[in-house]
């Protein structure tokens, strides 16, 4: 994807299949030309017109109502013209070749909200947020992706951004005037002020880290040996039967995997196959995918029979996780030993799965170790680039406070954070960061 083309682009954005109503939204430099041939006369601004729309031979393909936006007050800042018909695939396609037929292309993927970044209508975050707000998997998440467009976040960084460009102008007004040296800084207050960029920097991370929580969710891995409940939980957690539950030991032989909301957090729950020795060549792929899985998950839950507690097997099974992995211990079949439900210790929880025994207490357990701590309110939603660049700017600042006594090593550090924390909102991108960014964004949009 280029940086930027004048070229007029188009596109139906409305979701694929068949509806009662169907848009295809243009955009470009000028179109007034565009528009007088389609409609055969111009368009007030921001007025609904009805239209009938033909094809170069003057048949009829649709009616219905265009609105013109003129540039710069429209969404990408360029003439955009949008065309509301009946939803079809079949007229809506008719109507987009008719639009390529008087000279717009195909527009790509996050084209239009590329454009209006590009037109400093968005900064990065906030056309982040627009594919966020498409793609919110909860009411809270599409909360949070409304405050992320409505720019809450990008205030943050911009606030950070400017102190840190105030005492990026006392640290390099002494490279000008080195007599004054740290004497300067120090009636500045500059030690301070870089302890206090630190400290916010500390709250916004925190808090992009919620939201990334919030938007990606957490990997949830169910493990344990065969026939310890591991699909029914999933079933109850799932609040449906999404796994099969039979006596039969090994019925599980591939991952199962299913989104779960919980209290607007999503989690990916992948039921996996029972892990012991067999010759079952299918079931020991399924037990070779459990340990794939397990691989990239970021919470492991380790189903046990309360009736058996944890057998030599179970320890084999824990010894061989990945260091760091956080696992929860889950007890199951409590109905049949009479044990109290409830989380016994930090990293053991006693459940019914097939009764629907502590299951609330267990889905709290699973936000806990999942890193939730219930910020919804003024939470914005961020994405993994946001929080490697924020932890760059950190380590960048830890390093400008140990070089403090030496000027040219503090303003480069000073410099690297700055330069870190731009990434986010798009003062500094590169332009391949730009092509990955919206090209996972829904065409039309």
């Known amino acids: 994807m280029s940086l930027y083309t004048a070229d007029t682009i188009a596109a139906i954005a409305t979701a694929p299949g068949r509806g009662g109503v169907g848009v295809i939204r243009i955009s470009g430099k000028a179109l007034q030309d565009f528009v007088t041939t389609l409609h055969g006369r111009t368009l ?19 009616e219905g109502l265009a609105l013109f936006f003129p540039g710069p007050n429209s969404f990408t800042g360029e003439d955009v013209l949008e065309l509301q018909g009946h939803g079809g695939p079949v007229v809506l396609n008719m109507l987009l070749r008719r639009c390529t037929e008087l000279g717009a292309r195909h527009a790509e993927p996050g084209e239009f909200t590329k454009r209006a970044f590009l037109n400093g209508k968005l900064d990065l975050a906030q056309a982040e947020a627009v594919a966020d707000l498409i793609d919110a998997q909860s009411e809270a998440a599409a909360r949070s992706a409304l405050r992320s467009l409505d720019g809450a976040f990008s205030r943050e960084i911009d606030t950070l951004l400017e102190q840190l460009i105030n005492l990026r102008m006392l640290v390099e007004a002494t490279l000008d005037f080195p007599e004054e040296d740290v004497d300067f800084l120090e009636a500045a207050d500059a030690r301070g002020k870089l302890s206090g960029i630190r400290a916010q920097l500390l709250t916004v991370l925190a808090t992009a880290s919620q939201g990334r929580l919030l938007r990606e969710g957490a990997q949830v891995v169910l493990i344990g040996q065969p026939n310890v409940g591991k699909s029914s939980l999933m079933n109850a957690l799932a609040g449906e039967d999404v796994a099969i539950v039979t006596d039969i030991a090994g019925t599980t032989r591939d991952t199962v995997r299913e989104l779960l909301s919980i209290h607007g957090v999503p989690l990916h729950v992948i039921d996996t196959a029972g892990l012991r020795e067999t010759d079952d060549v299918v079931e020991r792929i399924g037990i070779a995918r459990t340990w794939a899985a397990v691989e990239k998950a970021d919470l492991a839950l380790l189903l046990l029979d309360s009736r058996e507690g944890v057998t030599a097997h179970d320890q084999s099974i824990l010894q061989r996780l990945p260091q760091g992995l956080p696992v929860l211990r889950v007890f199951n079949k409590i109905d049949l030993t009479g044990e109290v439900p409830g989380a016994v210790a930090d990293d053991e929880i006693h459940v019914s799965a097939k009764r629907g025994i502590g299951l609330e207490a267990l889905k709290n357990k699973l936000l806990e170790l ?19 660049a924020i932890r760059r700017a950190q380590a960048s600042l830890e390093l400008a406070d140990a070089a403090y006594q030496q000027i040219e090593l ?36």
Do not use: N, Y
């Not at 007030?44 to 649709?62: L, S, Y």
């Open 410 to 445: 503090l303003a480069e550090e000073l410099r690297q954070a700055q330069h870190a924390l731009g990434e986010i909102t798009g003062a500094f991108s590169a332009d391949d960061l730009l092509g990955v960014i919206f090209s996972k964004f829904c065409i039309g949009k």
């Open 370 to 388: 999942a890193g939730w701590q219930g910020m919804e309110d003024g939470l914005f939603l961020a994405r993994e680039r946001h929080l490697d």
């Open 44 to 62: 007030t601004p921001r007025h609904a017109h009805f239209a009938k729309w033909r094809d170069g031979d003057g048949q009829v393909i649709d």
